[in-house]
Antibody, heavy 121, light 106 residues
Framework: EVQLAEAGGSVVRPGGSLRISCAAS????????MSWVRQAPGKGLEWVSG????????SYADSVKGRFTISRDNARNSLYLQMESLSAEDTALYRC??????????????WGQGILVSVSS | DIQMTQSPSTLSASVGDRVTITCRAS??????VAWYQQKSGRAPNLLIL???DLQSGVPSRFGGSGSGTDFTLTIKNLQPDDSATYYC?????????FGQGTKVEI
């Protein structure tokens, strides 16, 4: 069974940093591209960042470009998102999502339950 | 970035109805469109890939169509379990985007 489990959520002050992670199991991790998708309270889905199977290709939404960094460790079956210069607009439930293909961009067939990141003073 | 504009934002219908949700891309995405269903408090569930490929396990009353910039999700014979918010997604470019969602009330 495919499982994606996010961790590392927290309350962070504006301007602060946070690293969240996603532990994958139940499938061959390096066969798939991965993404982070967030959802602010009561709002819709927002794609944040994606990475291809070997980590050599990454992409970001304009709203986080230059502040967030996605990475993966295939040996640990883990996905990461390093977030810098956080603001209240980054407050959301962050989910990792498995891509259908190995590339950076694809549909998502499995999702984690999400981790809450709250930016507040 | 490519914008995906969904309509309507909310839809009220009855059991047995046929409903249609539309999604318009700001530029051509060929058929690189997926549709998801999200029920309250839960992760999204993939319904359709490549505009019209129904995923395994998804009831056949769901269907997708379109290419280029205009796409539709159709639900035939609406069931109470279909009450959810539906999102389109384009994955034509490295910078993927979702539509704003359509809430279906039954």
């Amino acid at each position: 069974e495919v499982q994606l489990a996010e961790a590392g959520g927290s309350v962070v002050r504006p301007g602060g940093s946070l690293r969240i992670s996603c532990a994958a199991s139940g499938f061959t991790f390096d066969d798939h591209g991965m993404s982070w998708v967030r959802q602010a309270p009561g709002k819709g889905l927002e794609w944040v960042s994606g990475i291809n199977w070997d980590g050599k290709s990454t992409s970001y939404a304009d709203s986080v470009k230059g502040r967030f960094t996605i990475s993966r460790d295939n040996a640990r079956n883990s996905l990461y998102l390093q977030m810098e210069s956080l603001s209240a607009e980054d407050t959301a439930l962050y989910r990792c999502a498995r891509g259908i293909t190995s590339s950076t961009s694809s549909g998502f067939d499995s999702w984690g339950q999400g981790i809450l990141v709250s930016v507040s003073s | 970035d490519i914008q995906m504009t969904q309509s309507p934002s909310t839809l009220s219908a009855s059991v047995g109805d046929r409903v249609t949700i539309t999604c318009r891309a700001s530029q051509s995405v060929t058929t690189w469109v997926a549709w998801y269903q999200q029920k309250s408090g839960r992760a999204p569930n993939l319904l359709i890939l490549k505009a019209s490929d129904l995923q395994s396990g998804v009831p056949s009353r769901f269907g997708g169509s379109g290419s280029g910039t205009d796409f539709t999700l159709t639900i035939k014979n609406l069931q109470p379990d279909d009450s959810a918010t539906y999102y389109c997604q384009q994955y034509s470019t490295y910078s993927q985007t979702f539509g704003q969602g359509t809430k279906v009330e039954i």
